[in-house]
Structure formats: C-alpha cells, structure tokens
C-alpha cells in the first residue's frame, strides 16, 4: 500500500467520523428544537384554554342566570363587561388554533368552538326564560363547555410531558453519540499515529539509519524494503545507489590492480633484459642484443600505450580532451595504422580495403589514428594467429565508415552491453588472457563522439566482430602538392 493512499484512508475515515459527527449533532438539533417548539405550543396552547375557561366562568356569572350581579363580583372580574369578555372567545379560539400542531389537538378545538357556540345559545335562550328555568337551560351547555377545555388542556399536558420526555432522551442519545464519537475519534487519532509509526516512521527511519552508516564507511549496509510503496522506492534506489557506489569501488580497486600488474610485466621484463646484459657483456653479440632493445622498445610503447590511455581518459572524464581538426583524406589514416601493424610482424593477414577517389574527413588525425589504432590492436588480439584482419574505408554522399573486421572469439550480447564501460576487459571467459586496463574502447568512443561521430559493432560468438566508425563527410578534399596518394599505395 502505498504512502498516499494510506494517508488518504486516514484522513478519509477521520472526514467520515467528523462528517458523522457533524449529522448527529445537525439531527440532534433539529429533534431537540422541535421537542422544544412543541413543549413551547403545548404551554402556550395550556395557557390560552385557562385564560378560556377563566372567561367563560366569568361570562356565566356575568350573565346574570345564577341571580344579580352584586357588586364584590364586579370588583372580582375587575370590570369587566359581558360584552367585552363574549367578544374575547373568538380571539381565544382563533389563538388555539394557530397554535395547534397536531390533528387531533385541532378536532379538540373545533368540539371546544362548537360547545362555546352552543353555550351562548343556550344563554341567549335562558335569559328569555323566567329565572327560575334559567339554570337549568343554561348549567348543561356550560358543563360541556368546561368538559372539551378540560379535555384540550389535559392534551396540552400530555403533550408537553411527552415533549418533555422526548426532550431528555434526545439529551441523553446526544451526550451518548458525543462520548461515542469522541472515543472513535480518540481510538481512530491513536490507532494512525501507532499505523504511522510502524508502517512510515520506522522504515524511514531505518532508511536514514542505513544512509548513515553507509556514509561512515560500512559499505555493505543496505536499507530493508518494507513500509508503504514510496519509501520501498526509496529504499530500492539507496540499494542500487549504493551497490553502484560499491561495484565502481571494487572496480577500482580492480583496476589500480590491473595496472599495477600490467605495469608490472613491462617493467619485470626491462628488469630482466638489464640485469642479463649486465652479466653477459663481454658475450653480448650484435645479435643478442638486437634482440634485447627489440624487446626493450616493445615493453616501453606497451608502458606508453597504457599511461597514454590513462591520461586520455583522465583528460576526457575531466572535459579537458583536446581536438585539432582538419580535413584529411581517410584513406591515408587508415594505410598508416595498416602499415604500423604489418610492419611489426603479428602473425596476422592484415588486408586494406578502400575507394579509388579521396574520403575528406574533418578530424584530428592523431586522434582519429589513435582510435583506429586501438580498434586493430583489439582485432589482432581477440584473433587466432594466422586469421585475417581486414580495415575498410567506405563512405556515401554524407558519412563515411571506417571498419574494422576479424575472425577472432567475437562478443556475447552480455559483452556488448559492457563493451565501452571503463576498466572492463573482454575475452575474459576465454582460456587466453588478454593484456589491457581496460580503457581502449571507451577511450576510442568518447573521441569518436566528440568528433560528431558513433562507434557501432557487429558481433557474434565464434564468429568475429566488426567495429565501425561512422563520421560526417568533409565538403571539398584540399589535396596539397606532395600529399596526394595512389590507390596502388594503398593496397
């Protein structure tokens, strides 16, 4: 699982409790304040059928059925008149209405309505009746009355206890809800930083910790690859960083013994020559000793072939590599390399292959022989004795193709893959050890390349490999007087 997705799952279970949160406390409210709303009508609804009945009871001893009116019962009812307490039944009636909030609290009012009409017929009717049939004309309606405002205020406090009851239970549930979610909230905050810890902090941290002794010199420490998918990432590329910073070591390591061992061999054997002509002068014929500085010469250019591609790479990796161009015919760089090889007698056929007319490339011709100078000594050494060795020159309207072919042990594609990397050397799985440090190729490579040029190969085991080097086609060919070749001269 990787590092963001796992974020994104934290943050989206913790948007999920406070979203859940967020509903309960919203439908909490919204029940809260409608228990309130109710309890509030249902008070207010109590409050209106009291102030009813009150009036009612007023107007029946204001009516005058029960006798005459004296004068404390005036003063009771604060002077109020019959009229005027008829005249509140309707805005009374019409306050219960509105504020009535069920169906059945408004089939109460509307008996309340019908028995207070019936009420005040029957008092119109009685106060046309002798006094003594007025009670009885009158007391039925007025119970009836008084019974539907009993049973609209026994509603209203039902229903004020419901919505009081109602009222505590959603404050217990929203006190319940609140501790539950703040306990999910606490044990979810908890549980991702411990999964934080363990799944991202640790291996981070052991990241870091592998970087450091790394740094201090352990060489072989490596970071685990565990944690989300990032850090594995991480961790990965520290390892490969650090398995190339430790191959390239042993590399060179590998190569400081290479060359100590190479210089090595020259130097034994100038060594030797010395000290046998040293003992043996007085019988050094011319002979002998043509046959010592033979070997002197070909141990000191084998010393100055391996400084000189030391400093060639030093100077290359350092962009330090200069270039002297001009343009030259390549059929000429090509015979003096073929010449060199021939007259130094390798046991080899060494055969030139080139065009009749001029080939103008713009390079430096010391460079460029170097480089095809490399390519024949590889040929000639990766070759069986006896086998032929052929270097052609050819070239089309806009490149030119300078190769190099043999019949020697070719490359596997393992091998070509490591072709030009620094300090290898081929022919290593063959019986025959090859002398070398291993720098000719890439050396050879990055000349070719600073010349706008590419170096390509053909290769087979068992077959032989053929080495091109590809350049631009110089425009004009400047032959100076004295430096014109013959195609027979170079054959």
Not at 194 to 218: E, Y
Not at 400 to 420: A, C, F, N, P
Request: proline fraction near 4%; hydrophobic fraction near 40%.
């Amino acid at each position: 699982m990787s590092l963001r997705a796992w974020l994104a799952a934290t943050l989206g279970g913790l948007a999920l409790l406070t979203f859940i949160a967020a509903t309960a406390l919203i439908v909490l409210t919204n029940a809260q304040n409608r228990s309130a709303n109710t309890l509030g009508n249902s008070v207010e609804g109590l409050h209106l059928a009291e102030e009813l009945e009150i009036d009612l009871l007023i107007h029946f001893r204001l009516s005058g059925v029960a006798g005459t009116v004296d004068t404390s019962t005036s003063q009771f009812v604060r002077g109020r008149t019959l009229q005027g307490v008829e005249a509140s039944f309707p805005q009374l009636l019409n306050g219960l209405r509105q504020n009535a909030t069920s169906e059945a609290e408004r089939s109460l009012i509307r008996e309340v309505d019908t028995s207070f009409n019936r009420y005040l017929a029957a008092q119109r009717a009685a106060a046309r009746l002798p006094l003594s049939q007025r009670m009885s004309r009158s007391i039925p309606s007025l119970d009836s009355a008084l019974d539907s405002l009993e049973r609209l205020v026994q509603f209203n406090v039902d229903e004020a206890r419901e919505a009081r009851e109602a009222s505590s239970d959603l404050n217990r549930m929203g006190n319940v809800v609140g501790l539950v979610l703040c306990g999910l909230l606490l044990v979810s905050l908890v549980a991702s930083t411990l999964l934080l810890r363990s799944i991202a902090l640790q291996p981070l941290k052991d990241i870091s910790q592998a970087m450091r002794r790394f740094g201090v010199g352990r060489k072989r420490t490596r970071a685990p690859v565990a944690g989300p998918t990032e850090l594995r990432d991480m961790a990965r590329t520290f390892n490969e960083m650090a398995n190339g910073l430790t191959h390239q070591q042993e590399q060179q390591l590998a190569f400081l013994a290479g060359v100590a061992h190479e210089l090595r061999n020259p130097l034994s054997a100038l060594k030797l020559s010395t000290a046998l002509s040293e003992r043996s002068r007085t019988q050094l014929t011319p002979e002998r000793m043509e046959r010592t500085l033979a070997l002197v010469g070909r141990q000191v250019e084998r010393l100055d072939r391996m400084v000189g591609d030391l400093l060639d790479a030093t100077r290359i990796e350092a962009g330090k590599l200069e270039l002297r161009p001009e343009v030259c015919d390549a059929r000429v760089l090509a015979r003096d390399v073929v010449e060199l090889y021939r007259s130094s007698d390798s046991g080899h056929s060494l055969q030139l292959e080139v065009p009749e007319v001029p080939v103008p490339v713009r390079v430096d011709p010391d460079r460029l022989e170097q480089v095809l100078t490399n390519l024949v000594s590889n040929a000639l050494k990766y070759s069986p004795a006896g086998s032929r060795v052929d270097v052609i020159v050819r070239s089309d309207e806009s490149r030119v193709w300078m190769s190099v072919r043999d019949q020697g042990i070719g490359l596997s594609e393992d091998e070509k893959r490591l072709l030009y990397a620094p300090f290898q050397r081929l022919g290593t799985t063959s019986s025959k050890r090859v002398p070398g440090v291993g720098l000719g190729l890439t050396v050879a490579r990055r000349i070719v390349e600073a010349h706008g040029g590419d170096i390509e190969v053909e290769s087979s085991p068992g077959v032989g490999s053929t080495f091109s080097v590809r350049l631009a086609l110089a425009a004009t060919m400047e032959v100076q007087e004295g430096a014109s070749v013959s195609p027979d001269s170079l054959h």
